[in-house]
């Protein structure tokens, strides 16, 4: 990983995103997105991470989101939630999604049938106001980039809705 993208102040915020291996659309019902949802509450709750904003998209995500020893956070979050992602493609019977993510396996995961994630998580550190409004608006947009809603607020897995004045499908932290 290129020392651009790494977490340099323990202390900082920072916008990453979480990529699903060659890009496979997985979260493409509810069961899959409240995976990573109950897996960002338990991090929340357990592990002290603060999410401020996010969206989950078909094969990604972004977070803009701190906490101390963040790297292992998402390390564990994104562990924890590829397992579950799993058992729930298996339960679903999923095959044609589960040969592709054993198929795009690197070699270097011998401990696992399959791989979810990319990896890493390409951390940038909010170091402005100015920044931390463009990477919100931007991951709030994203969805109507791509053309699945006309309103970023219309995307229920998005923080868009808070920011709206609405209650999201997940509690967020205050940014101070």
């Known amino acids: 990983m290129r020392s651009r993208y790494t977490i340099k102040d323990p202390d900082g915020t920072y916008f990453i995103t979480c990529t699903v291996v060659q890009w496979i659309s997985i979260f493409t019902r509810k069961p899959y997105f409240d995976i990573l949802l109950d897996s960002l509450q338990f991090c929340r709750q357990h592990k002290g991470l603060k999410v401020y904003a996010y969206v989950i998209l078909d094969n990604h995500l972004h977070l803009v989101v701190a906490g101390d020893k963040l790297a292992d956070i998402i390390r564990d979050f994104k562990s924890y939630t590829a397992k579950g992602l799993i058992a729930q493609l298996e339960q679903d019977q999923k095959t044609w999604v589960l040969n592709q993510l054993q198929y795009w396996k690197q070699a270097t995961k011998a401990k696992s049938d399959y791989q979810v994630w990319q ?6 550190q909010i170091v402005s106001e100015e920044m931390l409004h463009q990477k919100v608006d931007y991951l709030h947009h994203n969805p109507v980039r791509i053309g699945v809603v006309e309103r970023p607020e ?3 897995y998005s923080s868009a809705r808070d920011y709206a004045g609405d209650k999201g499908v ?3 932290d205050v940014i101070i």
């Open 154 to 156: 219309d995307w229920v």
């Open 170 to 172: 997940m509690e967020l």
């Open 119 to 124: 990896e890493g998580f390409h951390p940038q």
